[in-house]
Nanobody, 112 residues
Framework: QVQLVESGGGLVQPGGSLRLSCSAS????????MGWYRQAPGKQRELVAT???????NYADSVKGRFTISRDNAKNTVYLQMNSLKLEDTAVYYC??????WGQGTQVTVSS
């Protein structure tokens, strides 16, 4: 079992920034991929970004150049730095571990 605890969501104006954090605990294996997904109202959950334990990253086209995913392996924590936020980034953001475990979600609202 793996437990994921997210933090950092909130309300921000267009063009603003937020940083999400997700800490994993439990049965953490050395080879793992952590990531962020999001789900907007009335839409399916979609990939935002993933990062493997030793670095390779993957981003959705819609966030490339604006979002940066990173991780601290010593803390089993993954971060999502979100810059130049747009109205369409509004969603519940979910942390994911190895495509199997999910966090409870954190709301990100971009609004003027």
């Amino acid at each position: 079992q793996v437990q994921l605890v997210e933090s950092g969501g909130g309300l921000v104006q267009p063009g603003g920034s937020l940083r999400l954090s997700c800490s994993a605990s439990g049965s953490i294996f050395s080879m793992n991929v952590m990531g962020w997904y999001r789900q907007a109202p009335g839409k399916q959950r979609e990939l935002v970004a993933t990062i493997a334990r030793y670095g390779p990253t993957n981003y959705a086209d819609s966030v490339k150049g604006r979002f940066t995913i990173s991780r601290d392996n010593a803390k089993n924590t993954v971060y999502l730095q979100m810059n130049s936020l747009k109205l369409e980034d509004t969603a519940v953001y979910y942390c994911n571990f190895n495509t199997y475990y999910w966090g409870q979600g954190t709301q990100v609202t971009v609004s003027s």
